[in-house]
């Protein structure tokens, strides 16, 4: 759904990203996607606890493989990693630094001090 925004969107982590968090920060638009100095972002598979009939945890289980592989085509995509090692990175939870998360594509810039008043905006105008 984000991309069928026309605006550019910019995601921020200012704690911690995990599971679809860090999904949706990674959907941000490439170049816009930032991260404070402390934080942490947690990649993994999708969750899910299911009870009932057989039958029906059989339609749930293969509900949430659909959903897994559909995720990891989804952080490949923005992070430009090959599937093969998303699949395996979100086998189990995969925690990132804010650095980490750059060099993994999750994010494009740590941002390490506020912007100056003085210095221009993100809309390249002085305030």
Same mark, same amino acid.
Do not use: L, S
């Given at each position: 759904t984000m991309h069928y925004v026309k605006c550019d969107i910019a995601t921020l982590c200012m704690g911690q990203a995990a599971s679809m968090g860090a999904v949706l920060l990674a959907a941000g638009t490439e170049g816009k996607r930032y991260a404070l100095p402390n934080s942490r972002i947690m990649l993994h598979q999708p969750m899910g606890g299911f009870q009932g009939q057989a039958s029906d945890i059989d339609i749930h289980a293969k509900e949430i493989l659909r959903m897994r592989q559909s995720l990891n085509t989804i952080l490949a995509h923005h992070t430009k990693q090959k599937l093969k090692k998303i699949q395996? &990175?979100? &086998?189990? &939870? +995969? +925690?990132?630094? #804010? =650095? =980490? #998360?750059?060099?993994y594509g999750v994010i494009d810039k740590v941002l390490v001090k506020r #912007?100056?008043?003085d210095e221009e905006n993100s809309h390249g105008k002085r305030s």
């Open positions: 395996v &990175d979100t &086998d189990r &939870d +995969f +925690f990132m630094g #804010a =650095e =980490e #998360a750059k060099a #912007a100056n008043p």
